[in-house]
């Protein structure tokens, strides 16, 4: 094994495109946008995670990483694009079905191909091997197909990548063996073998527990807003039992696998997933919950500010896949009694459908801050800088990660009981 093609080159494509070809690999990333494979192929990346420009620069000028529209002749492809969902909530796995086929001229007998794009159960034996038949070639003999779900999170990757346990599922266990086997050369953790659909499931069913999880703890905002009781307090007593560990609320879920990834499962068992839909359904309705709130911190005033701070699915990334706050935002803005803005350190205006605001701009004359994403800028705000420029000192912290600050009205998503509308 000596050289790697990597289709995609997002959030996870190109962090492991860096990781193989630190490791001494010869690697090429294909992605179909030629600014992405220009950017690369000077040194240059298209996303925020630490640690990645430098090792990116480091390979690219060592002549170990370049980017290409078209894939190569390799040992290992492996195929990480996204797998998005329609509106009705089925699997988009079109990105999937045309990297295998664009592959398909390249691929000889002996490669390895491997999908770390999360797909639904049954994607790799019903979808990705029957186009490697098509090709000419027995996917059971002549290439090891594989499924190898990411797993890492946004921040932390290079280093999750390594260090983490990896799951691979082959359609065949010698094909499991083969794949593994690229894994092993770089990863630190263990490197687990199974068959195609078990790593299918698994990968689902990570995200679906966390989904349904955030779930319960947005559930019990709702309760505790009802019953006066203030969410976070009974959470934090709560995992203070040995066998409890309730995730925290927040404004939704996004990005790009706690959003998605159960509406995988629900596709393929409808009847006997009650339980992964209705929590869904509960995440999904935290915007509207959000802006409700809004509505009533600001109903006493007359052509409110507000200034929203985040719009990242979570903190300290530049991430917008699925954001619960760009939905908010996006709703916000279009409000006919409120003015809103919009401010994020780590989004691009050209990832948005609207103006993006500096923080000055966004506090002057500000009633009130609302906080959609836990960017470390957010948690220690400077109080006499908030009270000297707003008109009203008052953040609804919807992640509950902005320190208290004096003469600073701060509420909480968990504990809205004592909620009053702002007065001038």
Do not use: W
């Not at 992605?31 to 925020?48: A, C, R, Y």
């Not at 002549?63 to 988009?92: C, M």
């Not at 279009?334 to 605001?357: C, G, I, T, W, Y």
């Amino acid at each position: 094994m000596k050289k790697i093609c990597v289709v995609g080159l997002g959030y996870i494509g190109l962090p492991t495109s860096a990781i193989f070809a630190q490791a001494g690999f010869e690697v090429v990333g294909v992605d179909v946008n030629q600014k992405i494979v220009d950017s690369l192929n000077n040194g240059k990346i298209h996303i925020e995670e630490p640690g990645l420009p430098e090792v990116v620069e480091r390979v690219v000028k060592a002549g170990k990483l370049r980017a290409s529209q078209t894939p190569e002749p390799a040992d290992v492809y492996i195929v990480a694009v996204p797998t998005p969902i329609h509106p009705d909530q089925t699997a988009n796995v079109d990105y999937v079905r045309d990297a295998v086929q664009t592959i398909t001229p390249f691929i000889q007998k002996g490669n390895v191909l491997i999908v770390e794009s999360t797909i639904p159960p049954r994607t790799m034996d019903d979808l990705v091997a029957p186009i490697i038949k098509e090709s000419g070639l027995d996917p059971y003999k002549d290439v090891a197909i594989a499924h190898c779900p990411e797993r890492v999170l946004p921040g932390q990757i290079l280093r999750e990548l390594i260090e983490n346990t990896r799951i691979v599922g082959g359609i065949t266990p010698e094909a499991a063996k083969q794949a593994a086997d690229v894994y092993r050369a770089v990863v630190k953790g263990d490197v687990m073998e199974t068959e195609a659909v078990t790593a299918e499931m698994s990968k689902l069913m990570e995200n679906t527990y966390r989904d349904v999880n955030i779930a319960l703890a947005n559930e019990l905002v709702k309760i505790s807003a009802k019953l006066g009781v203030d969410a976070h307090s009974v959470i934090a007593l709560a995992n203070r039992h040995p066998r409890v560990n309730i995730h925290l609320p927040g404004p939704g879920v996004g990005g790009h696998c706690l959003a998605v990834d159960p509406y995988f499962i629900v596709e393929k068992a409808q009847e006997e997933s009650p339980l992964i839909q209705t929590a869904r359904n509960i995440n999904n309705s935290m915007p509207h919950y959000v802006e409700t709130q809004v509505e009533r911190l600001t109903s006493e005033l007359k052509n409110p500010k507000i200034a929203l701070f985040g719009l990242t699915y979570k903190g300290n990334i530049d991430d917008v896949r699925e954001s619960p706050a760009l939905d908010i935002a996006e709703s916000l803005l279009k409000h006919p009694k409120l003015n809103v803005v919009a401010h994020d350190p780590h989004v691009r205006e050209e990832q948005v459908s609207f103006p993006l605001h500096s923080f000055e701009d966004a506090i002057k004359d500000a009633h009130l801050i609302v906080v959609l994403a836990d960017h470390n800028e957010f948690k220690n705000l400077d109080g006499a800088v908030l009270k000297q420029h707003m008109k009203t000192p008052v953040i609804f912290d919807t992640k509950n990660c902005v320190n208290e600050i004096e003469g600073v009205t701060i509420y909480r998503l968990g504990n809205l009981s004592h909620l009053k509308a702002i007065q001038e």
